[in-house]
């Protein structure tokens, strides 16, 4: 990313469901005190009911627009530094991607298809993986995905065994390097 300018300093997780970007948003939270947006649970509160409500009731391209429109306010905002966790289906539309990477660094979040579905599995929150077969679903899913992590994020963690405070930390020495070496 040297033909780029440099991003304002938020701190962006993308990455599949379940692969602990809520975690380690809290935990770059407590770090930095910069302020902490939960997509999915802004969107959650705006609407006053859960992800697989609005699913269920109003479709998937319903949220997808709600989840661009929020993206658009948080790139109009400025304001105080923030960590951005997303949903895991915010690559999806190319629009999104090149938000992403215009409000700051991204990271994502790479976990297993073992870890995903042994994480997912916990609870029902997710409206793509209620179907019979979760694991096929999420290895198609991921297969689609993946492309699309790789060219929104500026940095790729292999999450699997290590806890949100360690891989935090990581992260914010990544990212430290990457803002003052644009
Ligand atoms: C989705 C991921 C969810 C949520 C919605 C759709 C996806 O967020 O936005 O259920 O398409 O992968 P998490 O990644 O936080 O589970």
Do not use: C
């Amino acid at each position: 990313m040297n033909d780029e300018e440099t991003p304002p300093k938020n701190l962006i997780l993308i990455g599949f469901m379940g692969s602990g970007k809520s975690t380690v948003g809290r935990e770059l939270h407590a770090r930095l005190g910069y302020e902490l947006v939960d997509m999915d649970t802004v969107i959650e509160q705006r609407e006053g009911r859960p992800i697989a409500r609005i699913f269920e009731e109003n479709g998937e391209e319903y949220f997808r627009n709600l989840e661009t429109g929020l993206l658009k306010e948080l790139n109009d905002g400025g304001g105080a530094r923030k960590i951005i966790s997303t949903g895991g289906g915010v690559v999806g539309r190319e629009e999104n991607r090149s938000l992403l990477r215009h409000m700051g660094y991204v990271i994502w979040l790479h976990a297993p298809v073992e870890i995903i579905y042994e994480r997912t599995s916990r609870n029902r929150e997710r409206p793509l993986l209620q179907t019979e077969n979760p694991v096929a679903k999420i290895e198609a899913l991921m297969e689609k995905r993946q492309p699309w992590y790789e060219e929104t994020a500026h940095l790729k963690v292999d999450t699997a065994g290590l806890d949100g405070g360690e891989l935090a930390v990581g992260i914010l020495e990544s990212a430290r390097y990457f803002f003052s070496n644009p």
